[in-house]
């Protein structure tokens, strides 16, 4: 059971949403967050205010976040960061805290700790990135995240977080009859022939079955109908797209470099994207129910973003 609960766990990627709302935390919703849980690593997507109380409340073992990524300096999408960093503080973390975000993001933890006399206990590394670049700005054996630069008001970037390939997978049939050393194992599932004590060559495609399919989710957090994303974001299995208004307020969301329902559904349709999930719903909205019909009727497979729902990929 062990084995199958640690399998589960890494093979495991999902989307929770932390914070559904627009600037204005109003109807239950929460600022932009949202937590990633792939392959046994925890990634936090923005973190706005009330990001730790959302936390607590839909998420064990919160000191387990090793990366935080912040899309703009909007208050809504990172007024709950020092916070978090002040409470991974007083609860002793000893892991490195990864946070990535323009470099003015820096100078705002800086000051905030400095006045406060904060020393902190764990490491805080702090990553850079250039939100006009689309590029990888994390990579390791389990997963890459790269960034997708956005057209709001001031600079900003979504990001894509996708699974590195798993390795092969040995044939049952011939562990069973050829006679396989153990140390051999990882170079098979590495892709490498097997060769017998007899000098016979079994090809790696004829010993060993495909790995699962990679994944990935884009998260497009606050952006104006923006179409040079769609081949960035090409094909990904799940897409958050911000959807502040309906196609009433459509000249309002033009004006705040924001986009409608409608506007993130034709960005899935071009993307051929699995599914879209919609979010940063404007206070005006006590339900998104007009947004996801709008967003539906060009994308069906739309769904409504709600603070504490998690989406499998
Ligand atoms: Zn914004």
Do not use: W
Request: charged content about 25%; hydrophobic content about 40%.
């Amino acid at each position: 059971l062990g084995v199958l609960f640690y399998y589960l766990h890494t093979v495991r990627f999902a989307v929770t949403i932390l914070g559904s709302g627009a600037a204005i935390p109003a109807n239950g919703r929460n600022p932009s967050s949202q937590l990633v849980e792939i392959r046994n690593h925890l990634l936090l997507l923005d973190c706005g205010e009330g990001t730790q109380m959302a936390l607590r409340k839909f998420v064990p073992g919160i000191q387990r976040i090793s990366h935080i990524f912040i899309s703009h300096l909007h208050g809504d999408h990172f007024y709950g960061l020092v916070g978090l960093i002040s409470s991974f503080h007083l609860l002793g973390r000893i892991n490195p805290l990864h946070i990535y975000g323009v470099p003015e993001l820096k100078e705002i933890i800086d000051l905030q700790l400095k006045h406060s006399r904060t020393e902190l206990v764990y490491p805080l590394e702090f990553h850079e990135i250039d939100p006009d670049k689309a590029e990888i700005i994390v990579e390791n054996e389990h997963f890459f995240v790269k960034t997708i630069p956005l057209n709001h008001r001031i600079p900003t970037c979504g990001f894509i977080v996708s699974e590195k390939p798993l390795k092969r997978n040995i044939r049952k049939d011939f562990v069973n009859t050829a006679d396989v050393p153990v140390n051999s194992f990882e170079k098979i599932r590495a892709g490498a022939d097997f060769v017998d004590a007899d000098g016979k060559v079994y090809p790696n495609s004829s010993i060993t079955t495909d790995p699962p399919r990679t994944k990935s989710y884009a998260y497009c957090s606050d952006t104006t109908y923006h179409e040079p994303i769609v081949n960035i974001i090409r094909g990904v299995n799940l897409l958050y797209h911000e959807a502040t208004f309906a196609n009433d307020k459509q000249k309002d969301a033009k004006e705040k470099l924001h986009a409608t329902a409608r506007e993130a559904a034709r960005i899935a349709l071009q993307a051929g994207v699995g599914r879209l999930v919609i979010g940063h719903f404007s206070a005006r909205y006590r339900d998104p129910e007009i947004l996801l019909d709008e967003a539906r009727e060009i994308f069906p497979d739309t769904i409504a973003a709600e603070d504490g729902l998690t989406i499998e990929l």
